[in-house]
């Protein structure tokens, strides 16, 4: 069994790198010499020529960040989807996304007058803040509701997640009604999502929550798995129930709350990597955890590499094509569900 | 542990931030004191399009958006809309110089853009006549060209050829994607001057911006005329189809079927053809 | 080992469980039984750390209960409860494993698999390894649990505490006694072991000494022979009964009806 784990581990490994060096090659803009050379190139003299810019400054970053937004979007997934027990929790389900939504929308909207003073890189950047403090503050709200004594009640969260949801969507379709033609275009931008606007910055702070928030996910898995027998007896096991559930909420939420923040919403990963993966492995989480990283790396830059490849020079927003990955998925979950409810 | 993490990434944020600004100020000096290479263009605008195009620059225009539709035989690149158009894309053309309004452009791709020291030139598009024959001045002088004057002598000629109607005729401008996607057009919109500009008067004055369109909006505005986009009235099925739409029928417009269309990027593209486009207007108007 | 004085748990006005005073010995096993609702599962929760009662005293081999870590009690305390998971995605063997997460951190050793393969057999669960858990029966998940819980003890530590909570509930007759000489094998190793049972003539057999609840109180802790009266067990069950001597064990039957 170990033997096997190692396999699978060595196998999406080297897809994924198959991948990223394939999407090192391919997009809008053709190079006049090979990637190596360009790399090489620029260690040595130090500046960048068009070829350079577009590999090292804009390629590059947006297929480290496709990695890291499609690891980070899984792993979540998958600890929610343990700590709920339940195969259709996602971050979107516990309002995270929706609350991140709600602030960009009031953002957008409200804060039009305080951009327009600002420069526009700025602008952008208070824009993800709002977005990232949106989840913070919707994960706190929730948490709040559903605990009480220091115990968290699941059933609670969700139901909270769901009414958060319906709220921000009900206030973001009030704030797409009274914006202007301008601010519209931005919502609707911003709400399909796009890994177009990654630079070096935005990885490197990415990189340091994703693998923060990732490292101690992973240790979570002996967790998860004692949690399938019930609070009761996973507590017999000497495992600190009501800390674990605290960390996972947390943690999931810095880290879809900072990805959401610089990408947009990108839907169905979290949802998806976990489901697929549970066919081959069950719901074991020492496996689930890791392989979700690597299954929703692969899957997000295979995407992102086609939204940017198959409607040269325009995109495809990757909203669309998670969705159009995700959601037949989604159906046939929704069928096993049904069949065992009979 | 969370708040290490968010001191932590409160931070960075403040740093890049920080670093950021830096960057932009030298690049803002940048395309002050470098000369502008008008030999590869990437136009993110109709209206810029159509001023290059004006100064005989079109053969050095390599990129173009969606709304850059005349003139029609420009050998460009559709880079498609502005909103989603990437950097990568555009710096495949190998540009030399990038034009594209304040409005429009997307804040990240404007940073990438400059990071990539390419000369991107901004400009504050104005819906009027002197906004528009500012955007023709400014793209002119970018591109170190004299020959700009007749251009704006062109806008200010035709519009004086523009005679008060006797019975101003109230329009309502419909901006229609399919059926179900209709919008009027209240002030603070390009239609709302150009139907100023063309002596009539906007039926929606009373709302700002594009609003959803109402049947009730349409009995107390109760306009003549109903001008819309040739596309937009394509895409409801002409005027048969647009007959159809609640409430149209019970207005003045309606009951006569007096139904104005125009080329979307004549009609609210405010370029060199604005003189054109506000004649047009006005003689359909009628 | 154990001592506990004046236990009480209390839910809104309710007493379920009223001034508890009780003190176990190492080895002992001891059976919990009493009517329905006279606060058994409830009791044995409590000695779990389940819920949270009121108490002067919980102490284990002369510690107070909660001066025990959280990754400390799993050597020394387990619990079997009545109600298990209906689904659980995982392979038999590995929901057994589980009772040895408090010994590994990542990955179990040899040892530890060498200990679960030794329990299913025991528990008579080895050949259920391939079978879905979903489609097992009432009864072999009940073993597999049972497996974990035994497991889960497997150490050097002296003087454990088992809790069961009705754990024959859904077993055939063989397999009823073939888990209750396990738990007497354990409790034989100098280990206390707490079971909840609604059959009085198992408890009689098997157990040192009986724990009568009745309304959430103490009836009567002691032997066998002394707790099973016929006025005190038609009394606090509220049912006609006669006792009877077991013709072989000359120990006390209870006849109902």
Redesign the interface.
């Known amino acids: 069994m ?1 033997k096997k784990i190692a396999v699978y581990k060595l196998t999406f490994f080297i897809v994924l790198l198959v991948a990223l060096v394939t999407a090192l090659y391919l ?4 190079f006049n010499h090979s990637v190596f050379e360009i790399v090489s190139t620029y260690f040595k003299t130090k500046t ?1 020529t ?1 070829d350079s ?2 590999l090292i ?3 590059i970053p947006r297929i480290l960040m496709a990695i890291l937004t499609g690891a980070a979007l899984s792993i979540t997934g998958t600890s929610l989807q343990g700590l709920f027990k339940n195969p259709l929790a996602s971050p979107d389900l516990i309002g995270i996304t929706s609350g991140a939504v709600l602030f960009a929308a009031l953002t957008i909207v409200f804060g039009s007058a305080v951009m327009h003073f600002l ?7 208070l824009l993800s ?1 709002m977005a ?1 403090l949106g989840a913070l503050l919707t994960m706190w709200f929730v948490y709040k509701m559903a605990t009480s004594n220091g115990k968290t009640h699941i059933l609670i969260l969700l139901l909270s997640g769901v009414a958060i949801s319906a709220l921000s969507g009900a206030v973001t379709g009030f704030l797409t ?1 009274i914006s ?3 601010e519209l ?1 931005n919502l609707t ?1 911003w709400s399909l999502g ?1 890994l ?2 990654s ?1 070096w ?1 935005k990885v ?2 990415v990189f ?2 994703v693998s ?1 928030g990732s490292f ?1 996910l992973l240790k979570k898995g ?1 967790t998860l ?2 949690l ?3 609070e ?2 996973a ?6 129930i009501e800390k674990t559930k605290r960390e996972i909420i ?1 943690i999931s939420s ?1 880290m879809v709350g ?1 990805v959401v923040a610089f990408n947009g919403t990108i839907g169905f990963i979290g949802l998806v990597v976990p489901y697929i993966l ?1 066919f081959v492995f ?3 989480y ?1 496996i689930l955890l890791p392989l979700s990283m690597i299954l929703g790396a692969v899957i997000l830059l295979i995407a992102d590499t086609i939204s ?1 490849t198959i409607v ?4 495809l ?1 990757i909203g669309i094509l998670t969705a159009i990955m995700g959601a037949p998925v989604f159906i046939s979950i929704l069928i096993n569900y049904k069949r065992k409810l009979k | ?2 708040k290490i ?1 968010t001191v ?2 409160l931070a ?2 403040a740093v ?2 920080n ?3 830096g960057q ?1 100020e030298t690049a803002a000096k940048d395309t002050l004191t470098t000369e502008i290479k008008a030999d590869r263009i990437v136009s993110l605008n109709g209206a810029i399009t159509e001023t290059l195009a004006a100064l005989e620059a079109s053969e050095n225009i390599v ?1 173009k958006d969606v709304t850059s539709t005349f003139p029609a035989d420009l050998k460009a ?5 502005v ?7 555009i ?2 053309l ?1 540009p030399s110089v990038v034009f594209g309004t304040t ?1 429009d452009i ?7 853009l400059q ?3 390419v000369s991107l030139i901004l400009i504050d598009q104005e819906y009027s006549v002197d906004g528009t024959k500012k955007l023709i001045t400014e793209v002119a002088s970018k591109l170190n060209k004299e020959n700009y004057q007749p251009l704006l002598d062109n806008i200010s000629e035709k519009i004086a050829t523009v005679k008060p109607y006797d019975k101003k005729p109230k329009v309502l401008f419909i901006y229609a994607r399919g059926a179900g996607n209709l919008m009027v057009a209240g002030k603070e ?1 390009p239609l709302h001057s150009m139907i100023e500009l063309a002596g009539a008067e906007n039926a929606a004055a009373a709302l700002t ?2 609003k ?1 369109l109402t049947p009730e909006a349409l009995l107390t505005t109760n306009p003549d005329v109903i001008l819309m986009f040739d596309s937009g009235l394509q895409s409801l099925g002409g005027v048969d189809g647009l007959l159809k739409v609640d409430g149209i029928s019970a207005t003045n417009a309606g009951k006569n079927k007096k139904v104005v269309t125009m080329d979307g990027q004549l009609l609210s593209g405010f370029g060199p053809r604005l003189g054109e486009a506000v004649v047009e207007l006005h003689n359909k108007l009628q | 080992m154990i001592q506990i004085h004046d236990l009480n748990f209390r839910v809104k006005d309710r007493f379920l469980l009223k001034t508890i005073d009780i003190e176990i010995k190492k080895g002992e096993l001891i059976a919990i039984v009493g009517p329905n609702g006279a606060g058994k599962s409830t009791f044995l929760s409590c000695l ?3 819920i949270p009662y009121q108490a002067k005293q919980f102490s284990l081999k002369n510690k107070d209960i909660n001066s025990y870590k ?5 050597l020394h ?3 079997f ?1 009545q ?3 209906a689904e ?4 038999n063997d ?2 057994v494993l ?2 040895r ?2 010994y590994f951190k ?2 179990a050793d040899i040892s530890d698999k060498e200990i679960v393969q030794n329990w299913m057999r025991k528990t008579e669960t080895q050949h259920l390894i391939d079978r879905e858990y979903e489609q097992l029966s009432g009864g072999e998940k009940q073993r597999l649990h049972l497996a974990r819980v035994f497991t ?1 003890l497997e150490n050097n530590v002296e003087n454990k505490l088992l809790l069961l909570d009705e754990p024959l509930n859904n077993l055939d007759v063989a397999h009823q006694f073939k888990t209750l000489h396990l738990i007497k094998e354990f409790t034989n190793k100098n280990n206390t072991a707490l079971v909840v049972l609604h059959d009085l003539n198992i408890a009689s057999q098997f157990a040192d000494r009986l724990i009568l609840l009745n309304k959430g109180m103490i009836e009567l802790f002691d032997e066998p022979t002394k707790v099973l009266t016929q006025e005190r067990i038609s009394r606090v069950y509220q049912y006609p009964c006669i006792l009877h001597q077991h013709p072989v064990t000359n120990q006390p039957i209870i006849l109902f009806g």
């Open positions: 170990k997009g809008a803009y053709d960048h068009a810019f577009v400054e804009l390629r420069p526009p890189f700025l602008s952008y950047t803040i990232f009604y202007t033609e301008e275009r931008f796009s177009a606007g630079n910055w490197c702070l340091v929550v923060i101690r002996k798995n004692a399938m027998l019930g009761k007896e507590a017999h096991l000497g495992f600190d947390i810095l900072c549970r069950n719901s074991n020492n940017r040269i020079p325009a995109e927003p | 542990m969370k993490l932590l990434a960075v944020i890049s931030c670093k950021k600004e932009a990129g690149t559709d880079l498609g809309h909103r989603s158009i990437t950097a990568e894309s710096l495949a190998q409005k997307n804040p990240g791709l404007n940073e990438q990071k990539a020291n919109t911006d594009f959803p | 779990g750390s389940e959280k990754d400390e009690i799993p305390r387990a619990k409860s109600h298990q998971s659980i995605n995982l392979k590995e929901i589980m009772g997460y408090p990542n990955d889960q």
